[in-house]
């Protein structure tokens, strides 16, 4: 086919819920003879404007996306560490935190027409749009080959392979060891070194998914069943006979790799773990040989990690249950490491310095909003000539940031009364903040507040302290890497 007498038209338009976010792209490819044959289809997608809502974002049209996001990075969009650390799971390493700069672009689908398969429309229509404007240097590719609509097993492996191979051939490497490929704009970058032999394999490929049913299961791994099914004290004694009838068994791995300290951390018993490290499973605690390259206790820390992302987008997150934390203490104290704050009361919100106020409110971000508490406390008198006495202000003229969190049905209450009152309130934040070790909270504010008519006046017109705590956190953000780093600038040289 004469690959010159083809016409490319692309159409990019911004998505119809989040335009600042996502640009969606179609490419059709056009034979002046033969019509329409090659179409194209992929996102652009701006992580600076996700504000911490990435994965939510990414989890609203379809599951594509989700696996995408939550496989390969974080709610701010920046790649997980253990797929560019050193590790089993990081597969070639030719993939780094340059991943964090610039735009994702994720290609959704590429189909060519039956009749011209195999005669390079697809690597030209693919070549054509990584040069175009839509993918620029910083920028990385991702694509996922997933054939669709095949049911038979052995068809499906075989268009997954075709497609994987059609990837590769255009300078796309898997990243780490998941089924996600990337392609780098930059010809020096470290995956343009990997041959097209030399690219790892996805972790699944040496366990693929079993299709032996629970009953069956039962049968071949009866104690790996048990531990799932029982996390009451009848466990010990059941372990206890497995290994009483033959003590290997308490090491043996099932189809997928998975040893029984394996399964039992993954299913968070704790009765059969505490069972389990009565003996000693120091090979099997670092062996991370399974369908999902981790040991027991990265297995649980991926737990954790997945648990608090999904409540934080659609539960909200209560922190890490106590079973969680006890068996995070047991696998430490079995590995010889040392148990940090993680594994202390503390750690049900994620502490790991020890230094968090309630282990949620770390020194440097206390830091951080006693700088903004302060900052609108000292600067917000300034405004007070700009009430007219006996009349309500408008929040919007004010040049602070602290009015704008003052919702429309408060607005008739904006006198220069409400507005000291206000102010009282980030001074009280202030002085919580410096004075005690306390975590931030309404009520702890509210004791350094004095009870005057301003105050007074401020509360009975339905004005709230977390009207402040909305105002000083969005400015900290604002401030920090996630926005323009403005803070970075003025205090990092500042030893506090």
């Given at each position: ?22 640009k ?14 090659v ?23 379809m ?20 797929l ?6 990081s597969g070639t ?27 390079g ?26 054939p ?32 996600f ?17 030399g ?10 998914a ?34 009483d009838?033959?003590p290997?068994?308490?090491h ?11 399964v ?15 003996w ?51 696998l ?8 940090d ?7 049900k919100?994620?502490?790991?310095c ?13 830091f ?21 006495k ?34 009282a ?17 309404a ?19 339905g ?13 900290a ?10 803070f ?9």
């Amino acid at each position: 086919m004469d690959l010159n007498a083809l016409a490319l038209r692309t159409k990019a338009k911004n998505h119809w819920e989040h335009p600042r976010v996502i640009k969606t792209i179609s490419v059709t490819v056009k034979h002046p003879q033969f019509g329409d044959i090659v179409s194209l289809e992929a996102w652009r997608i701006s992580r600076a404007h996700c504000a911490g809502s990435f994965l939510e974002i990414m989890d609203e049209d379809m599951d594509e996306m989700h696996q995408f996001s939550v496989t390969l990075f974080d709610k701010y969009g920046n790649v997980r560490p253990h797929l560019v650390n050193p590790g089993h799971r990081s597969g070639t390493g030719c993939w780094g935190r340059e991943m964090d700069s610039g735009e994702l672009v994720y290609i959704l689908d590429i189909t060519v027409q039956e009749p011209y398969r195999g005669k390079g429309v697809g690597t030209w229509t693919l070549l054509q749009f990584l040069e175009s404007e839509h993918v620029q240097t910083d920028d990385t590719v991702v694509c996922w080959p997933t054939p669709v609509g095949i049911r038979d097993k052995s068809l499906f492996n075989t268009a997954r392979n075709a497609q994987i191979a059609f990837f590769r051939k255009n300078d796309f490497r898997r990243i780490g060891r998941t089924g996600f490929f990337g392609y780098s704009p930059k010809s020096d970058h470290p995956s343009r070194s990997i041959p097209l032999d030399g690219d790892t394999g996805a972790l699944d490929d040496d366990f693929p998914a079993s299709s032996t049913s629970f009953e069956q299961r039962k049968l071949r791994f009866p104690l790996h069943c048990a531990i799932i099914d029982d996390k009451t004290m009848n466990v010990a004694s059941i372990i206890q006979s497995f290994y009483d009838q033959d003590p290997r068994s308490i090491h043996k791995a099932d189809d997928m790799g998975f040893t029984p300290i394996f399964v039992a951390v993954s299913s968070l018993n704790v009765v059969a773990t505490r069972k389990l490290l009565e003996w000693d499973l120091r090979a099997d605690l670092e062996n991370a040989a399974n369908a999902e390259g981790t040991t027991p206790l990265e297995r649980l820390a991926d737990t954790m990690r997945s648990g608090r992302e999904f409540a934080e987008i659609f539960l909200g997150w209560k922190g890490y249950s106590q079973d969680e934390l006890t068996l995070q203490e047991l696998l430490k104290q079995a590995m010889g490491q040392t148990a940090d704050a993680n594994i202390s009361e503390n750690g049900k919100y994620g502490c790991t310095c020890n230094q968090c106020a309630g282990g949620w409110l770390s020194p440097r971000m206390r830091f951080r909003l006693d700088v903004d508490a302060v900052f609108w406390a000292d600067s917000m008198p300034m405004n007070f000539d700009s009430f007219t006495k006996g009349q309500p202000a408008d929040p919007s003229d004010m040049m602070d940031s602290p009015s704008s969190f003052i919702p429309p049905a408060l607005y008739p209450s904006f006198y220069l009364s409400f507005y000291k009152g206000y102010c009282a309130v980030l001074r009280a934040i202030h002085d919580l903040l410096t004075t005690t070790d306390d975590p931030l909270s309404a009520g702890g504010v509210r004791r350094f507040i004095e009870p005057d008519r301003n105050s007074e006046f401020f509360f009975q017109k339905g004005g709230r302290i977390e009207y402040a705590f909305d105002s000083i956190t969005t400015c900290a953000q604002e401030q920090s890497p996630l926005g323009d780093d403005t803070f970075s600038e003025t205090f990092g040289d500042n030893e506090d």
